[in-house]
């Protein structure tokens, strides 16, 4: 059993964010998470906003993560090549009776030193946004709120962490730490892994593991939000991402573009006791339906592609649990890491290596890499510049998804980059393959084969996202 600096329970954005910054230092550093590949649990389910700042309470971690995170994504998307725009948020206001609580909000975000919020009537806002539901009167603009991929974002980050030394060790569930004095030994289902400091990025598991250890007990209660995409060809129906003014649940229903062009509605938030139940449900589905039509004339249902449900890590303490924990020497928590998490990510990353610091000595890693060149998409290049690639490398020319024209060379890739697609979800997280309107109806057999192909593994041993999702059986006539 060998012995890490740190180990880092969690592969999500925070956890990858966490060590793509430890992987700056020499320290060893190891990622443990029980799914199969990063980003799995909360990550790869949520509104996929860079969130400007204004919602957060003054004072709180939450703020103080948010109004430092959001500025990053510029520079960090180039260094890491994942798709991020500044595109602007409006928060709408339905009657003159809530215009007080426009008023709070547009204070709370100067407060937070949110810079350019101003509120705006509702002739701008038809200027602004033409489709904008007949009750909206008015509306907090934050020009520097923003959209990202928050998978592919967490892929770049993992990547990076990966080629700078940050050891991943995928599919070990943690059943056991015990404390030792050297510092922590973790048992996973098959493994074990010894460790001077523990960070806990566990998400709405994070309850759990702290608990394996601490006497004073923490608790994260799931929060389920259910989302509806919407294809293509209404990506445009909105410029920016309206919000509605915020309840005691949330920021509630929002309407947004993808960075992929694509058309977002929602969360639900719904407190719920199963932190496996990522179940869609028709009444939820329903109620997304009704909020969004307040905020957009003419909701086109007939375009929804897919519903997909992904669950929040509230915390009872309602913020950022970050800091180690006060009977346990060395345990690090990163607990509580709900909405604006994934702005809060990069800051939180910077933030949790300071903590580090306090602990170990950080010595700067001389070969750290900060850049990453992403997966080349065959759909964003010039005629000239796909001619140019199929020349080089035929498989560019065969295209697998036709719904996002996805290439062969692209998936061959996605399996043999740092921390390679292994299963359908892997590949379909880096290239797109089958997030389009047929939602892998006609690619998935195709990048079934090619898994089984380039892993060299039998096509029965394929599965969808990991552990026993097999897509296949067996064979005609064996079975």
């Given at each position: 059993?060998?012995?890490?600096?740190?180990?880092?329970?969690?592969?999500?954005?925070?956890?990858?964010?966490?060590?793509?910054?430890?992987?700056?230092?020499?320290?060893?550093?190891?990622?443990?998470?029980?799914?199969?590949?990063?980003?799995?649990?909360?990550?790869?389910?949520?509104?996929?906003?860079?969130?400007?700042?204004?919602?957060?309470?003054?004072?709180?971690?939450?703020?103080?993560?948010?109004?430092?995170?959001?500025?990053?994504?510029?520079?960090?998307?180039?260094?890491l090549?994942?798709?991020?725009k500044?595109?602007?948020?409006?928060i709408?206001?339905?009657?003159?009776?809530?215009?007080?609580?426009?008023?709070?909000?547009?204070?709370?975000?100067?407060?937070?030193?949110?810079?350019?919020?101003e509120?705006?009537?509702?002739?701008?806002?038809?200027?602004?946004?033409?489709?904008?539901?007949?009750?909206?009167?008015?509306?907090?603009?934050?020009?520097?709120?923003?959209?990202?991929?928050?998978?592919?974002?967490?892929?770049?980050?993992?990547?990076?962490?990966?080629?700078?030394?940050?050891?991943?060790?995928?599919?070990?569930?943690?059943?056991?730490?015990?404390?030792?004095?050297?510092?922590?030994?973790?048992?996973?289902?098959?493994?074990?892994?010894?460790?001077?400091?523990?960070?806990?990025?566990?998400?709405?598991?994070?309850?759990?593991?702290?608990?394996?250890?601490?006497?004073?007990?923490?608790?994260?209660?799931?929060?389920?939000?259910?989302?509806?995409?919407?294809?293509?060809?209404?990506?445009?129906?909105?410029?920016?991402?309206?919000?509605?003014?915020?309840?005691?649940?949330?920021?509630?229903?929002?309407?947004?573009?993808?960075?992929?062009g694509?058309?977002?509605?929602?969360?639900?938030?719904?407190?719920?006791?199963?932190?496996?139940?990522?179940?869609?449900?028709?009444?939820?589905?329903?109620?997304?339906?009704?909020?969004?039509?307040?905020?957009?004339?003419?909701?086109?249902?007939?375009?929804?592609?897919?519903?997909?449900?992904?669950?929040?890590a509230?915390?009872?303490?309602?913020?950022?649990?970050?800091?180690?924990?006060?009977?346990?020497?060395?345990?690090?928590?990163?607990?509580?890491?709900?909405?604006?998490?994934?702005?809060?990510?990069?800051?939180?990353?910077?933030?949790?290596?300071?903590?580090?610091?306090?602990?170990?000595?950080?010595?700067?890693?001389?070969?750290f890499?900060?850049?990453?060149?992403?997966?080349?998409?065959?759909r964003?290049?010039?005629?000239?510049?796909q001619?140019?690639?199929?020349?080089?490398?035929p498989?560019?020319?065969k295209?697998?998804?036709?719904?996002?024209?996805?290439?062969?060379?692209?998936?061959?890739?996605?399996?043999?980059?740092?921390?390679?697609?292994?299963?359908?979800?892997?590949?379909?997280?880096?290239?797109?393959?089958?997030?389009?309107?047929?939602?892998?109806?006609?690619?998935?057999?195709?990048?079934?084969?090619?898994?089984?192909?380039?892993?060299?593994?039998?096509?029965?041993?394929?599965?969808?996202?990991?552990?026993?999702s097999?897509?296949?059986?067996?064979?005609?006539?064996?079975?």
């Amino acid at each position: 059993m060998q012995m890490y600096d740190v180990v880092i329970i969690g592969a999500g954005v925070t956890g990858c964010a966490i060590a793509r910054e430890l992987s700056r230092y020499r320290l060893r550093t190891a990622v443990l998470e029980q799914h199969g590949d990063v980003s799995m649990g909360t990550t790869k389910a949520n509104s996929a906003i860079v969130h400007a700042g204004y919602d957060a309470k003054p004072g709180t971690v939450k703020a103080q993560m948010n109004i430092a995170g959001n500025p990053m994504f510029d520079q960090l998307s180039k260094e890491l090549d994942f798709p991020f725009k500044r595109i602007g948020s409006l928060i709408l206001c339905f009657d003159e009776a809530s215009m007080p609580e426009l008023e709070k909000l547009l204070e709370r975000g100067r407060q937070n030193g949110v810079p350019g919020l101003e509120i705006i009537d509702r002739k701008r806002l038809l200027e602004m946004e033409p489709h904008i539901g007949d009750k909206a009167v008015a509306a907090l603009y934050a020009p520097t709120g923003g959209i990202v991929c928050p998978y592919e974002m967490t892929i770049a980050l993992a990547e990076n962490a990966a080629v700078n030394g940050v050891e991943f060790f995928l599919g070990q569930e943690v059943q056991a730490i015990a404390k030792t004095d050297a510092g922590f030994v973790v048992e996973t289902q098959d493994s074990r892994y010894e460790t001077k400091l523990l960070i806990n990025a566990a998400g709405v598991f994070a309850d759990d593991i702290h608990n394996m250890l601490s006497a004073d007990k923490l608790s994260i209660r799931p929060r389920s939000g259910q989302y509806i995409l919407m294809d293509k060809v209404v990506g445009n129906l909105v410029s920016h991402t309206l919000f509605q003014l915020p309840n005691e649940m949330g920021k509630g229903i929002l309407v947004t573009p993808t960075v992929d062009g694509n058309l977002l509605m929602g969360p639900t938030a719904v407190d719920i006791d199963d932190k496996l139940d990522l179940a869609t449900r028709r009444e939820q589905y329903e109620s997304i339906l009704k909020a969004a039509a307040l905020s957009v004339d003419s909701i086109p249902t007939r375009q929804a592609i897919t519903a997909f449900t992904g669950l929040r890590a509230h915390s009872t303490t309602d913020d950022f649990i970050i800091g180690y924990a006060k009977d346990v020497p060395g345990l690090l928590d990163v607990a509580g890491i709900e909405s604006p998490g994934l702005t809060s990510a990069p800051a939180i990353g910077v933030y949790v290596a300071k903590l580090v610091g306090e602990r170990l000595p950080l010595e700067a890693n001389p070969a750290f890499i900060p850049t990453r060149e992403g997966i080349k998409k065959f759909r964003d290049m010039t005629r000239e510049e796909q001619d140019d690639a199929i020349r080089a490398n035929p498989r560019y020319g065969k295209i697998i998804c036709r719904c996002e024209t996805i290439s062969e060379a692209e998936i061959v890739e996605a399996i043999h980059r740092p921390l390679g697609a292994r299963d359908l979800d892997g590949v379909k997280r880096r290239t797109r393959s089958g997030m389009g309107r047929c939602q892998g109806g006609f690619c998935s057999p195709q990048v079934a084969a090619i898994l089984s192909r380039e892993l060299d593994i039998p096509l029965t041993d394929i599965t969808k996202a990991g552990g026993n999702s097999r897509i296949l059986v067996g064979r005609n006539k064996e079975i």
